[in-house]
């Protein structure tokens, strides 16, 4: 089966600076991997997503997120952050060629500083 | 459209009532989710309809009942809930009824049971 893991609960960052929200999953082959945004109250936002091919993915809202097969990682980044940003980030990995279950990580909480 | 949209957006019932939620989608997808999440937890998956048949159901009490009346609609009707059963209700959809691909999220229907 698969999990994901984000490290970080909370991360303050200062508005304008570089963002990096980690993501860990353990999956025996090639997964599909998700970025999801949650602003307060609301529904998710699909930001990015990786299926294959190239491992550096362009997303929306200027994010993008790179698949390291060798780390298991599927890390999220943003060169400079806006106040807008701050909301809960939760990574998904789905199985590849399975059924449409997708697994959450717990969620990074993301807050933006002037 | 990439909208799903899901009425009510509040909802307070009691223990001993009967109500529906309701999930509508006109993007043409073939699979629609039910998800519930806590405050602070990530989403957790509950149905998966499928071409308009239940696929997953992920050992959700009896007192849920999930109907997907065409491929745009999708219902969870609840009776005598309890308060452990407050949350937010999402639902999703997805483009594939036969494999993980992205979902999208309506805006929830924030669940009060008193």
């Known amino acids: 089966a698969q999990s994901v893991t984000q490290p970080d609960i909370h991360i303050t960052v200062s508005e304008g600076a570089s963002l990096e929200l980690r993501c860990n999953y353990s999956?025996?082959?090639?997964?599909?991997l998700f970025w999801y945004v949650q602003s307060p109250g609301q529904g998710l936002q699909l930001l990015l997503k990786y299926f294959s091919g190239d491992t550096l993915v362009q997303g929306i809202k200027g994010f993008e997120a790179e698949f390291k097969r060798s780390q298991s990682s599927f890390n999220l980044r943003k060169p400079s952050v806006h106040w807008s940003d701050a909301a809960e980030y939760f990574c998904a990995v789905g199985a590849k060629g399975g059924y449409q279950k997708v697994t959450f990580g717990t969620g990074t909480k993301l807050q933006v500083i002037p | 459209d990439t909208e799903v949209t899901q009425t009510p957006k509040h909802l307070v019932m009691g223990m001993t009532n009967k109500k529906s939620l309701k999930c509508e989608q006109h993007?043409?997808?073939?699979?629609m989710y039910w998800y519930k999440q806590k405050a602070k937890k990530p989403p957790e998956l509950m149905f998966v309809y499928s071409y308009e048949k239940l696929s997953i159901n992920e050992s959700v009490p009896s007192r849920f009942s999930p109907e997907c009346p065409n491929s745009s609609l999708l219902n969870l009707h609840l009776h005598a809930l309890q308060p452990e059963d407050s949350a937010l209700y999402l639902c999703?959809?997805?483009?594939?009824?036969?494999?993980?691909?992205?979902?999208?999220f309506g805006p929830g229907t924030r669940l009060t049971v008193t």
């Open positions: 993007m043409g997808h073939r699979a």
């Open positions: 999956y025996g082959a090639t997964p599909y």
């Open positions: 999703a959809s997805s483009q594939d009824g036969g494999r993980v691909n992205e979902q999208y």
